[in-house]
């Protein structure tokens, strides 16, 4: 079993910047996949940026402001996010694939104009 806690959300103007974290616990390694995903009031939920073995993936609509990384020995992805615009308000959800999906119960971003 694997499980994950976010933290890390929270109301910031537009412009600024949050760092999220995720702990996992349980049996995640650097092979497994990891990563954020949001869900906007409304919307479906979508992928942020993932990781495995080093390499990254992210949405377009994040490139160049966002950036994911991984401390393996502490078992925890971040995501910083930079120059943050009203439109990354959503709850962003961390992620981990082993066998199987895993998500954390989520962290609220709140982006104000």
């Known amino acids: 079993q694997v499980q994950l806690v976010e933290s890390g959300g929270g109301l910031v103007q537009a412009g600024g910047s949050l760092r999220l974290s995720c702990a996992a616990s349980?049996?995640?390694?650097?092979?497994?996949?990891m990563g954020w995903y949001r869900q906007a009031p409304g919307k479906q939920r979508e992928l942020v940026a993932t990781t495995t073995l080093g390499s990254t993936n992210y949405a377009d609509s994040v490139k160049g402001r966002f950036t994911i990384s991984r401390d393996n020995a502490k078992n925890t992805v971040y995501l910083q996010m930079n120059a943050l615009k009203p439109e990354d308000t959503a709850v962003y959800y961390c992620?981990?694939?082993?066998?199987?999906?895993?998500w954390g119960k989520g962290t609220l971003v709140t982006v104000s104009s």
């Open positions: 349980g049996s995640i390694s650097s092979g497994n996949a």
């Open positions: 992620y981990a694939r082993r066998y199987r999906e895993y």
